[in-house]
């Protein structure tokens, strides 16, 4: 069934079943629909009905998924299972969403199902180690080498799919705060694990303090974009974020650390620490080992006699060295060239569409407190500045 076909055939028949509520279309891997119940947002996503391993969509196995964990887990394991759900929730490692890169309730009760309990979930993931291979019984086919990638964190075998690997979108940062958290709640329990504090409202002046205080130079690179589905919008971001941070350490700009914030709308913004906005004029650049003398000829056709070379060419051990006067040398004025200029080779993610590259703005150290009152925003910047997850508290080192 083709795309055209969801929308003409399958999306009605579902609106049919859920006419008194507000229902949008939106476009994923394939067309699925959405609307809130009590300031819950419920996707509902048509799924092939194939047989099992014959899968056409990724949504094709919740089904099997469903019936093999209603016949495997017990009352008491499901009760385990909603108690590592919330845990995992309440430490920012719960969902399979992009936007939080975690742990999805088909692998949070898989694990439950495997170790037979939450504290045994919770003691054993605390000695987990890169690699750690989770497969319940025996089953069907041989594990696949895909599955069992050297550079993955974390393999959990699909009950319903042996090919498959129900970790592979954990992010590590997510597994390892997972890991992490287990180890200080094992050392010092505590419900915070699971309920964690409701942000508090900040003053202006406690977020200018906190800035300050960081001693290294804050930028919010803002923009707009058109309105997108929230895992498609999230994608986005980050393949836009690493991109930008990637070719802002090419610069020399050393970057720090990073985060991204968005209203889910069509505004949104990363939040980059960087050591520096503001770079000497004058660049160092390593040339050719001078035993290559194709590379070093050519080396000195291009830089000998060029504009804009400060001094040089001149050997340093074995290898040519130039200095060079940079075009650019703030960190707002690169932003601007990189979104416009090809030339740097920034990703854009295409879907961000036009309004992207009119509206980037550079905000740099208290002016990026002028987003304050965005949805959300306050929340994620005091987040961003304090560095430090809500559970982990003082004394637990």
Not at 116 to 132: L, N, V
């Amino acid at each position: 069934m083709e795309r055209e076909e969801w929308v003409a055939r399958v999306l009605p028949t579902i609106r049919k079943g859920l006419s008194r509520y507000r229902v949008i279309e939106r476009y994923a891997e394939h067309p699925f629909l959405e609307f809130h119940v009590e300031n819950i947002r419920v996707n509902v996503v048509p799924c092939y009905d194939v047989k099992k391993g014959e899968w056409k969509s990724a949504t094709d196995r919740t089904p099997y998924h469903t019936e093999f964990m209603r016949t495997h887990l017990t009352p008491e394991l499901r009760l385990d299972a909603r108690l590592l759900k919330k845990f995992a929730k309440g430490i920012g490692t719960y969902g399979a969403e992009i936007e939080v890169g975690g742990f999805s309730g088909m692998l949070i009760d898989t694990l439950v199902l495997y170790y037979q309990s939450f504290m045994e979930t919770i003691k054993r993931a605390s000695s987990w180690t890169k690699g750690t291979l989770i497969a319940i019984g025996k089953p069907e086919g041989i594990v696949q080498p895909k599955v069992r990638d050297s550079n993955v964190d974390l393999v959990v075998i699909d009950p319903v799919d042996p090919n498959r690997n129900l970790a592979a979108a954990v992010r590590p940062d997510k597994m390892w705060n997972f890991v992490t958290a287990g180890r200080q709640f094992l050392r010092n329990p505590g419900l915070w694990y699971f309920f964690p504090p409701i942000f508090k409202a900040k003053t202006r002046q406690q977020f200018a303090n906190r800035i300050d205080d960081t001693g290294r130079e804050l930028l919010a690179i803002t923009f707009r974009h058109p309105v997108l589905v929230p895992d498609v919008l999230w994608g986005q971001l980050m393949k836009l974020e690493r991109s930008l941070l990637d070719t802002m350490a090419r610069e020399d700009f050393n970057p720090c650390r990073s985060a991204l914030w968005t209203d889910e709308k069509n505004e949104s913004a990363i939040l980059v620490e960087a050591d520096r906005t503001t770079l000497p004029t004058v660049r160092r650049q390593k040339g050719p080992p001078v035993s290559k003398r194709e590379d070093s000829l050519s080396f000195l056709e291009r830089h000998l006699s060029a504009r804009d070379t400060v001094r040089g060419p001149w050997i340093e051990g074995d290898r040519w060295m130039v200095e060079k006067k940079r075009r650019i040398s703030t960190l707002e004025e690169f932003v601007k060239a990189v979104v416009q200029e090809e030339a740097y080779g920034l990703t854009f993610p295409k879907q961000l569409g036009g309004p992207f590259r009119k509206s980037v703005k550079v905000l740099q150290n208290q002016e990026v407190l002028s987003l304050l009152g965005r949805d959300g925003f306050d929340k994620s910047l005091w987040g961003f500045l304090e560095g430090k997850p809500s559970w982990l508290k003082k004394g637990q080192s």
